[in-house]
T-cell receptor
Framework: GAGVSQSPSNKVTEKGKDVELRCDPI?????LYWYRQSLGQGLEFLIY????????KSGLPSDRFSAERTGGSVSTLTIQRTQQEDSAVYLC???????????????FGPGTRLTVT | TQLLEQSPQFLSIQEGENLTVYCNSS?????LQWYRQEPGEGPVLLVT?????EVKKLKRLTFQFGDARKDSSLHITAAQPGDTGLYLC???????????FGTGTRLKVLA
């Protein structure tokens, strides 16, 4: 069974350019998260999608960041006019979406390492 | 703002030693998870605890949730090189999908 996949695995871009990061969640998972992990740090919540509901964008650090999820499956995180402080690993996770008494079990992809030069 | 602080930040030990990692907050969580992350990979869920005082064991790993559900610990007995990685705790409030992640403990077990 396929897990969460992300592409590209590594991306080097020049400051000021736009980048798109892709996430393919586990089939059947209705919930999808994006996180950012800076070097040696924990995970910073960016955005959450659940089915056809409006996404929770409360974690997006600036209006240069946006994300969409087409057809309830694949998601794309777009960073416009990249800055050096955007350099980090961007992780995607999916879950069944319906939490239970144990909360939400998230399955993570391997991440995309973004380097802005 | 909810915060989860982990200690220690770094830990380097010899194979066979025991260790404990702590995850502390001033906030109450209804669900607290522990993950292990290896280089180049995403975090992998190890355990979820939801009841104050709860203890869960996973082979050589013992997880405890504080009575007040504000803190948690992870104890590893007889550590092995395969335990090397970044350990992350994550907490969520009741009914929410949004998890707050701790700063992580980077463990290195030397053979």
């Amino acid at each position: 069974g396929a897990g969460v996949s992300q592409s590209p695995s590594n991306k080097v871009t020049e400051k000021g350019k736009d980048v798109e990061l892709r996430c393919d969640p586990i089939s059947g998972h209705t919930a999808l998260y994006w996180y950012r992990q800076s070097l040696g740090q924990g995970l910073e919540f960016l955005i959450y999608f659940q089915g056809n509901s409006a996404p929770d964008k409360s974690g997006l650090p600036s209006d240069r960041f946006s994300a969409e999820r087409t057809g309830g499956s694949v998601s794309t995180l777009t960073i416009q006019r990249t800055q050096q402080e955007d350099s980090a690993v961007y992780l995607c996770a999916s879950s069944l979406g319906q939490g239970n008494r144990y909360g939400y079990e998230q399955y993570f992809g391997p991440g995309t390492r973004l380097t802005v030069t | 703002t909810q915060l989860l602080e982990q200690s220690p930040q770094f830990l380097s030990i010899q194979e066979g030693e025991n260790l404990t990692v702590y995850c502390n907050s001033s906030s109450v969580f209804s669900s607290l998870q522990w993950y292990r992350q290896e280089p180049g990979e995403g975090p992998v869920l190890l355990v979820t605890v939801v009841t104050g005082g709860e203890v869960k064991k996973l082979k050589r790993l013992t997880f405890q949730f504080g009575d007040a559900r504000k803190d948690s610990s992870l104890h590893i007995t007889a550590a092995q090189p395969g335990d090397t990685g970044l350990y992350l705790c994550a907490g969520a409030s009741s009914g929410t999908y949004k998890y707050i992640f701790g700063t992580g403990t980077r463990l290195k077990v030397l053979a």
